[in-house]
C-alpha cells in the first residue's frame, strides 16, 4: 500500500517511497506527503473538517489528531509532513477524547440553526458530532453577525463559518483568482473580498460546494429545500465544450441547485491520479439552471397562421409538417430543402438528424455551428493528418511541461479546462505561455505573457514557424521521415523578415525564438488555439500554419504532447463527428467516399444524395445565398437562429422570406422562430437523454432528471416522427438503441479509452507550403480602432441569456474600451458613445477595461441590444466555407446624448453653486440683523 501527495506529481519528478507505521500496520507513503493521505490509504477515516485533497492543508479544525510516537502533544494529521520511520496510532482513547473535543468546541459557538440552514442534514459539522458522538452540547457564546447578501449568487453567513479556510483555498490555489480573505470587522473574523468590499468574483462557486457547513449560501435556492428531498441526477453541462459532468440536484421538476464531486468528495474516498480535474464546475453550469424552469419556454407546437402563432397538437403538425417538405420534394427535389442544427444537440439527436436530412429528405444542404469557426481545424486539420479533433487527454493538458495558448481568452470561454491548465503551471512546474491582444486573465498568470499587437496572429505564428526552423530546433524524426515537407517549409519561411514579425506583432525577435525553443524542446508540449484564431479572417491558413509548427515541434509524435483545438458550443465536435456538415457523413468521413456511402446506405435501407449534382450540399452560407436567389424552399432550424446570430448585412430575413416553409425547433422563441412556419418546443438538456462530446473528444453521458415539461419534446423523437409521416420510418424505442446505429457505423466513437489515430501527411503537403507563407499585410494601422465581438464567462451563446439566474449575475451590454481611448473620448464607465463601422453606426454603453489595447473594443457576443452585430461585415472562407463576422474596423465618437447630460450636469452645478451663494449670502444678512 503506498500513498503519494497529488501536488507535485509531475511525470518528471521521482516519487521517493518510505516505509511508516500507522496504527501497527507498515506502510510505503511518500517522504513529505500529508500524514492524512498516508492514513487514509490504510482504510482509516480520520475526522476532519479543513482538509482537503485540492490544495494545500491548512490545520484549522483541529480535529484529525492523531499521536506520533516521539511528540508530547497530539499532532494534526493533515498539516504533518511524513517522515521515515514513523509510527503513528489513530485510534486511541486518547485521540478519539481529543477529536470529540475539538467538536464540542466548535459547537459551543455554532448557531445551531440547522432547520433554517441549507446544509442541514448534509453538513460536515452535524456529521462530525453524530459520529463522534459528541451528544451533551455544552452551553457557549453564540456569534451574532448579520449576513452579508451583497453579493450575487452568493450570501455569506459569518455566524456558522467554522473559519476552516477551505473556501479561501481553494479560489486561490485552485482558481488561482484569490478573492476571499480573512478580514475582521465588529470584533469578529469575517470571510469575504479583501478589504471587506462586495465580493465581485467569478462565482464559480467553488467556496460554495467545499465550505463544510452552511456558512456561504446559494443565493438563488436558499430556504427552498432540504437536502434529502433532492434527487440527484449526474449528468453533463449543457453550456461549454468543457462538457463537465453535474449533479442536477431536483424537487417536484425543479432544479434547485447544481452540484457537482468537489461539492461531495473531499477528503474521504477520492484517489485522483495526478493531472485529474478538481471536481468543480463554473459559474454557467453551477447557477444557470432558471432557463429550465423558465415560463417562457415555448410548450407546445405552434403554426402561423394570417401572421399569428396558433397552438396545435403535435400530430397535427407532424402531419402538416411533412406534407409540405412532401410536396417540395416532389416539386424542386432534395436539393430545394436545407437544414442547420446547433451544437447543443445532442450526438444521438444530431446523427439523427443528418439521417433524416440525407436519407428522408434526399439533400446534403445540413450545417452547424462549427460553420462560425471550429470547421477550420477539423477541415485543416483532416486535410493535413485525418485527424479531426484534439489529440490529448485533459490529464495530458494538465501535466504538460510547456502550453502555448494562442488567439483564446480561455478562462471566459472554457473555465473548467482553463483550470487544468492553471494545474500545469502551478502544480505541476509547466511552462505557460499565452499570446493575445488583450491582457487576459491566463495571459496576466502566463510564464512567459505575449501580448501581440491587434491583428498579427499570422506574423506571430509564421514567425514561430520560421524560428524554429531557423534556429535548428525541428523535431528530428519530422526531418528524417518528411525531408520534403521540412525542406518546402524551410524555404517558404525563408523569405519571412525577423524585423517585420517583431514590428507587426510588438515582440521582440528574442521573445519569439524563446517561445519556439521552449515549444520545441518541450517533452509533452501543447499547442492550444481558439476562437480569436479560427473565427477571424485568414482562420484557415492560420490553423494550417499552427499545424506546421506542432509538426516541427513533435508534438504528434511525443507522448503526452499534442494538439488542443478548442470549438465553442457543448457538442460543437459531436455534431462534426455526427456528420451534420455537408463534408462528413457520421466519423468525419468524407461524404463522397463510394464504399463509405455505400456502407451507410445499406445501413439506412436508402439512397444518399448524390454526389455528381451541381452542388455536393451546401454549407452555412450557401444555403443563405442559395435562399437569396429563390433555391431554397424548406428550412429545417434545430437550436439554430441566423437571425439573432449573423449581422443584418448578410440580409438573412431577406433571404429567409424567400423561403415557403420554415421549421423552427428551439426550447425558447427566437428571432429567426419569430418567422417561421411551425415552432416546435424541445427539450433542454436536464430533460434529455443521449451524449455530449466534449472539448478533448470525450463523450459524455446526457441523463434526464425529470421527463420533458408540457408538451415538450427531445428532438430525436421529433425527427423520427416526422420521418414516419413521410413515408420513411426511422424509428427508435429509446436513445439507447440510437446509440447502438451509432456504434456499428462509427466504431469505437463512445469509447472512453481511445487513442488518436493520426494519419500520414498527405502527399500535396509539400506542394502547398509555400502558399501559406507568402508575404501579407497587417489590415490594421494606427487610425483604426477595432471592434471584436467577444465571449464572457458569464454566459454561452445565447441560451444563457434566457437564464433569469446568470442574466442577474451578469447581462452587462457594455462596450468594453481601454482606458486610453476612453480618455480620447473624455468618456468614462455607464456614458454612451456612439460607434460607427462601414455598415451602420449606434449608441452603446461602455465599460473602461484595463486588460484592453488602446484601439480595441470588445462587446460581448451573446447581447443583440444594442444590435452590435449589425455593425460587423461578413466574409466566407474560400477554403473551409467559415464565417467570419466577428471584427470589424469602427470609429469611436462622444455620443450628442453624452454631450447633453455633460451640459446637464454642469448646468446643475452651476445652479447649485448659485443656490449655495444665495444661502450664504442669505444667512449672512440674517447675521447682520
Ligand atoms: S465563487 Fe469562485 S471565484 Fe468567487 S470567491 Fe468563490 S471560489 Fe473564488
Ligand atoms: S465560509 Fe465555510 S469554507 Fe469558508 S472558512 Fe467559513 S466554514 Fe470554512
Ligand atoms: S459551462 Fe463549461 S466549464 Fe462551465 S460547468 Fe458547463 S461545461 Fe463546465
Ligand atoms: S486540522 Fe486537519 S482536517 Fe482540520
Given at each position: ?13 521521482k ?13 510505503q507513503?511518500?517522504e ?18 479543513c ?14 489528531l ?19 520511520g ?37 453538513c ?11 451528544y ?12 452579508d447578501?451583497?453579493?450575487v449568487?452568493?450570501d ?34 469575517h ?8 465580493l465581485?468574483?467569478?462565482?464559480c ?12 449560501v446559494?443565493?438563488?435556492?436558499k430556504?427552498t429545500f432540504?437536502p ?15 462538457g ?9 421538476r425543479e ?18 491520479e495526478?493531472?485529474?480535474g ?11 439552471f ?7 419556454r ?5 403554426v402561423k ?6 397552438e ?29 442544427i446547433s ?24 450545417d ?71 491582457e ?12 501581440i ?7 506571430f505564428i ?11 530546433l525541428?523535431d ?8 520534403a ?25 528574442e ?13 509533452r ?49 459531436g ?12 466519423g ?8 463509405e456511402r455505400q456502407r451507410?446506405?445499406?445501413?439506412w435501407?436508402a439512397?444518399?444524395?448524390s ?8 454549407s452555412?452560407p ?11 424552399k424548406?428550412l ?22 424567400k423561403?415557403?416553409?420554415?421549421i ?7 428571432e ?9 418546443p ?9 451524449t ?6 470525450d ?11 408540457d408538451?415538450v ?8 416522427d416526422?420521418?414516419?409521416n ?8 429509446a ?9 456499428t ?19 500535396d503537403?509539400?506542394?502547398h507550403?509555400?502558399d ?13 480602432i ?20 446568470l442574466m442577474?449575475?451578469?447581462?452587462k451590454n ?25 455598415f451602420g ?15 480595441l ?8 441590444d ?11 472562407d ?15 465618437a ?7 447630460k ?16 444665495e444661502?450664504t ?9
Open positions: 500500500m503506498s500513498s503519494v501527495n497529488k501536488q507535485n506529481a509531475s511525470p518528471d519528478r516519487v521517493e517511497l518510505i516505509d511508516i507505521v500507522i496504527d501497527g500496520k507498515t506502510v507513503a511518500e513529505g506527503s500529508s500524514l492524512f493521505n498516508a492514513i487514509k490509504w490504510t482504510g482509516v477515516e480520520l475526522p476532519a473538517m482538509y482537503h485533497y485540492s490544495f494545500s492543508p491548512f490545520g484549522s479544525c483541529g480535529l484529525c492523531v499521536e506520533v510516537e516521539g511528540k508530547k502533544n497530539n499532532v494534526r494529521a493533515c498539516t504533518a509532513k511524513v517522515i521515515e514513523m509510527v503513528v496510532n489513530t485510534q486511541t482513547e486518547k485521540m478519539v477524547d481529543a477529536q470529540k473535543a475539538a467538536v464540542a468546541k466548535h459547537l459551543k459557538t455554532h448557531p445551531l440553526d440547522c432547520p433554517v440552514c441549507d446544509k442541514d442534514g448534509q460536515e459539522l452535524q456529521d462530525m458530532a453524530y459520529d463522534l458522538e459528541v451533551d452540547i455544552k452551553e457557549g457564546k453564540r456569534k451574532v453577525i448579520p449576513e447578501t451583497r453579493a449568487a452568493l455569506f453567513n459569518m455566524e456558522r463559518c467554522i473559519l476552516c479556510g477551505q473556501c479561501i483555498n481553494v479560489c486561490k490555489e485552485v482558481q488561482l483568482v484569490d478573492a476571499l480573505c480573512f478580514y475582521k470587522k465588529d470584533k469578529a473574523k470571510v469575504g473580498a479583501h478589504g471587506g468590499e462586495t465581485d468574483c467569478e462565482f462557486g467553488d467556496c460554495l460546494a467545499v465550505c463544510p457547513v452552511g456558512a456561504i446559494n443565493k438563488f435556492s430556504y432540504k434529502w428531498q433532492l434527487e440527484k441526477t449526474e449528468t453533463t453541462c449543457g453550456f461549454c465544450s468543457d463537465c459532468t453535474l449533479t442536477l440536484e431536483t424537487k417536484a432544479i434547485k441547485v447544481v452540484t457537482s464531486e468537489l461539492s461531495y468528495t473531499s477528503k474521504f474516498g477520492f484517489d485522483i495526478a493531472g485529474d478538481h471536481g468543480g464546475i463554473c459559474v454557467r453550469g453551477r447557477f444557470g432558471q432557463y429550465v424552469m423558465s415560463d417562457k415555448l410548450t407546445l407546437p405552434q397562421n394570417n401572421g399569428e402563432f396558433l396545435i397538437p403535435w400530430f397535427k403538425a407532424m402531419i402538416e409538417i411533412a406534407k409540405r417538405l412532401n410536396d417540395i420534394k416532389a416539386a424542386y427535389g432534395g436539393d430545394a430543402i436545407a437544414g442547420l451544437g447543443r444537440c445532442t450526438n444521438e439527436s444530431v446523427y439523427l438528424f443528418q439521417r433524416f436530412m440525407r436519407s428522408v429528405l434526399d439533400t446534403n444542404n445540413i452547424t455551428a462549427a460553420r462560425y469557426g471550429h470547421m477550420n481545424s477539423v477541415l485543416a486539420l483532416q486535410e493535413t493528418l485525418k485527424i479531426g479533433g484534439a489529440t490529448i487527454s485533459l490529464q495530458e493538458l494538465a501535466l504538460s511541461d510547456a502550453i502555448l495558448m494562442v488567439g483564446s481568452d480561455f478562462t471566459e470561454t472554457n473555465p473548467i479546462t482553463a483550470l487544468r491548465v492553471k494545474a500545469s503551471m502551478a502544480e505541476y512546474g509547466g511552462k505557460l505561455m499565452v499570446a493575445h491582444n488583450t487576459t486573465k491566463m495571459l496576466k498568470l502566463a510564464t512567459l505573457p505575449l501580448q499587437a491587434v491583428g498579427s496572429e499570422s506574423h509564421q514567425g514561430l514557424v520560421k524560428a524554429v526552423l531557423s534556429k535548428g525541428a528530428s524524426d519530422f526531418i528524417e521521415k518528411q525531408p515537407a521540412y525542406t518546402a517549409l524551410k524555404s517558404a519561411v525563408a523569405q519571412i523578415a525577423e524585423t517585420v514579425v517583431s514590428e507587426k506583432t510588438g515582440l521582440e525577435w521573445k519569439i525564438e524563446e517561445v519556439a525553443q521552449t515549444l520545441a524542446l518541450s517533452k508540449g501543447v499547442l492550444l488555439w481558439a476562437e480569436d484564431i479560427v473565427s477571424k479572417t485568414g482562420a484557415y491558413q492560420n490553423v494550417q500554419r499552427l499545424i506546421d509548427l506542432a509538426l516541427l515541434c513533435g508534438l504528434f509524435r511525443k507522448k503526452g504532447a499534442g494538439i488542443l483545438p478548442v470549438c465553442e458550443e457543448n457538442n460543437e465536435q455534431a462534426v463527428d455526427m456528420g451534420a456538415v455537408p463534408e462528413f457523413l457520421p468525419q468521413i468524407s461524404f463522397d467516399l463510394e464504399d451507410f446506405e445499406s445501413a435501407h439512397t444518399l444524395p454526389t455528381s449534382t451541381k452542388r455536393p450540399g451546401l452555412l450557401e444555403i443563405i445565398e442559395a435562399a437569396h436567389r429563390g433555391e431554397i424548406a429545417y432550424l434545430v437550436g439554430e437562429n441566423p437571425l439573432g446570430t449573423l449581422p443584418a448585412s448578410m440580409k438573412v430575413r431577406e433571404a429567409l422570406e423561403i415557403d416553409l420554415i423552427c425547433q428551439d426550447p425558447f422563441m427566437s429567426t422562430a419569430e418567422v417561421a412556419d411551425y415552432v416546435l424541445v427539450a433542454t438538456f436536464a430533460e434529455n437523454e443521449g455530449y462530446t466534449n472539448i478533448v473528444g463523450v459524455n453521458r446526457v441523463v434526464e432528471a425529470f421527463s420533458p415539461r408538451e419534446r427531445p428532438d430525436w423523437k421529433i425527427f423520427s416526422l420521418s414516419k413521410l413515408g420513411h420510418p426511422i424509428q427508435y424505442r436513445v439507447e438503441e440510437i446509440r447502438a446505429e451509432i456504434n457505423l462509427v466504431p469505437g466513437y463512445y469509447r472512453q479509452d481511445k487513442t488518436m489515430q493520426i494519419g500520414d501527411l498527405s502527399e503537403f509539400a506542394r507550403v509555400a501559406r507563407y507568402k508575404t501579407e499585410e497587417s489590415k490594421n494601422t494606427d487610425t483604426t477595432t471592434l471584436s465581438l467577444q465571449q464572457s464567462l458569464y454566459h454561452s451563446g445565447k441560451l444563457s441569456t434566457h437564464d433569469e439566474n442577474e449575475i451578469n447581462s457594455f462596450l468594453q474600451i481601454s482606458p486610453a481611448d476612453a480618455e480620447v473620448l473624455q468618456a468614462e464607465t455607464g456614458d454612451l458613445i456612439n460607434i460607427k463601422s462601414a453606426q449606434l449608441e452603446v454603453k461602455i465599460e473602461v477595461a484595463e486588460a484592453l489595447p488602446k484601439g473594443v470588445y462587446y460581448p457576443i451573446h447581447f443583440n444594442p444590435p452590435v452585430k449589425d455593425l460587423m461585415t461578413v466574409e466566407v474560400a477554403k473551409s466555407k467559415t464565417i467570419y463576422f466577428r471584427s470589424i474596423a469602427v470609429t469611436l462622444r455620443s450628442a446624448s453624452l454631450d447633453l455633460v451640459i446637464a450636469s454642469e448646468k446643475a452645478l452651476q445652479e447649485e453653486e448659485k443656490e449655495n451663494k444661502e449670502e442669505s444667512s449672512a444678512k440674517a447675521e447682520q440683523t
